[in-house]
């Protein structure tokens, strides 16, 4: 009980760093002291911060393996940036594109683990990865999707 505690306490404090870094990156910016170049290294390192985040809360809080974390990651992200892509790219749609893209991945989620998380060993991490594998062959071989998002060349 304590070690759960303290990893998913871990996990949370390490998400509220992450967003103050990214509110104080966007006040750099904003003021003209960042370098566009510096500003998306640290965008391209707090992206993968955040995914580490994920990663550490589904191996440290629930001890399950997971294979097709990536695949979470990527509906999200297509999701939030087709939100803000539509809307204009304005703060605020940015933010509302942020919460599209996380209720998104949220959903599928929850549809795709409601069978899965029945499973255990190593034959969740199977699932997972066919999960993952399934995203990505109907990412690349969609023609709609191909042509709206890009496939897995991204937008």
């Given at each position: 009980m304590q070690k759960t505690y303290r990893?998913?306490?871990?996990?949370?404090?390490?998400?509220?760093?992450?967003?103050?870094?990214?509110?104080?990156?966007?006040?750099?910016?904003?003021?003209?002291?960042?370098?566009?170049?510096?500003g998306m290294i640290l965008d391209l390192a707090l992206i993968t911060?955040?995914?580490?985040?994920?990663?550490?809360?589904?191996?440290?809080?629930?001890?399950?393996?997971?294979?097709?974390?990536?695949?979470?990651y990527g509906?999200?992200?297509?999701?939030?940036?087709?939100?803000?892509?539509?809307?204009?790219?304005?703060?605020?749609?940015?933010a509302l594109g942020l919460l599209a893209g996380a209720a998104a991945a949220a959903l599928v989620a929850?549809?795709?683990g409601l069978p899965i998380l029945r499973l255990r060993s190593d034959y969740l991490g199977i699932a997972t990865l066919g999960f993952g594998v399934i995203v990505k062959v109907f990412m690349d071989n969609s023609d709609k999707l191909s042509k709206l998002l890009g496939g897995s060349m991204g937008m």
């Open positions: 990893a998913s306490a871990t996990a949370v404090a390490s998400a509220i760093l992450v967003v103050a870094l990214y509110i104080v990156l966007w006040l750099l910016r904003r003021q003209g002291i960042m370098t566009t170049y510096w911060t955040t995914s580490a985040i994920g990663l550490s809360l589904i191996y440290g809080f629930t001890g399950q393996f997971s294979l097709g974390h990536a695949a979470f509906i999200g992200a297509y999701v939030a940036a087709y939100v803000t892509k539509a809307y204009g790219a304005t703060t605020l749609n940015f929850f549809l795709i």
